[in-house]
């Protein structure tokens, strides 16, 4: 595997499951980043990590839940969604968060419908 | 906050021919960066192009050219020779110098390149 990746690419749930998003990196990276992408709203920044550590939180409801184990793997916990939480969640990363030079490395997202 | 503003939701062009894709933008501050990222059907985001505010000269690479009028805060992108591969969602993003490596997207626009 190489780059970022985002398992699943699909998900389907109901407003009272709990699902999680899961994205890799494989690019030494220490800073990781959660988007949401939605139909009528451009991309916005849900969360940011650098070197594990939790630096920017945008105002996200509290049903999204983030975790980073370690500076590789980035998790985003979910649980009673509602249906305009359905979009593309896209997951990056980059060198260290603070620099603007550090390029961000996008995945392929997760399309999310919450029924 | 800043905002940016893609006030074309779509666009096609002729394969060969050129394409300029507008963007503005709204900040107070002034030591900042500008990015354009492609985001082609299905496939992940990549960065096509960033600009320095400080910078008077226009950014390059390859094909893809921005004009960037700093007074007027503008921030174009220029597709010279399109190729087919170019079709995909085009992305605006601002990042403030102290911002912590947090982009803010436009809307996007999706160009469409014919054969």
């Known amino acids: 595997e190489t780059g970022v990746t985002q398992t699943p690419r699909h998900l389907v749930m109901g407003m009272t499951n709990k699902k999680s998003l899961k994205c890799e990196q494989h690019?030494?990276?220490?800073?990781m980043y959660w988007y949401k992408q939605s139909a009528k709203k451009p991309l916005e920044l849900m969360f940011v990590?650098?070197?594990?550590?939790?630096?920017e939180n945008n105002s996200v409801p509290s049903r999204f839940s983030p975790e980073c184990p370690n500076s590789s793997h980035l998790f985003l916990h979910l649980h009673t969604l509602q249906p305009e939480d359905s979009a593309l969640y896209l997951c990056?990363?980059?060198?260290?968060?603070?620099?603007?030079?550090?390029?961000?490395?996008f995945g392929p997202g997760t399309r999310l419908t919450v029924l | 906050a800043q905002t940016v503003t893609q006030s074309q939701p779509e666009m096609s062009v002729q394969e060969a021919e050129t394409v300029t894709l507008s963007c503005t933008y709204d900040?107070?501050?002034?030591?900042?960066?500008l990015f354009w990222y492609k985001q082609p059907p299905s496939r992940q985001m990549i960065l096509v192009i960033r600009?320095?505010?400080?910078?008077?000269q226009n950014a390059t690479e390859n094909r893809f050219s921005v004009n960037f009028q700093k007074a007027a805060k503008s921030f174009s992108l220029k597709i010279s020779d399109s190729q087919l591969g170019d079709t995909a969602m085009y992305f605006c993003?601002?990042?403030?110098?102290?911002?912590?490596?947090?982009?803010?997207f436009g809307g996007g626009t999706r160009l469409m390149v014919k054969p």
């Open positions: 990056a990363s980059s060198q260290e968060s603070g620099d603007p030079y550090n390029e961000q490395f």
């Open positions: 690019l030494g990276h220490n800073a």
């Open positions: 990590y650098n070197f594990k550590e939790q630096t």
């Open positions: 900040t107070s501050e002034s030591n900042y960066y």
């Open positions: 600009q320095e505010a400080y910078k008077q």
């Open positions: 993003a601002f990042m403030n110098n102290n911002a912590g490596n947090m982009l803010t």
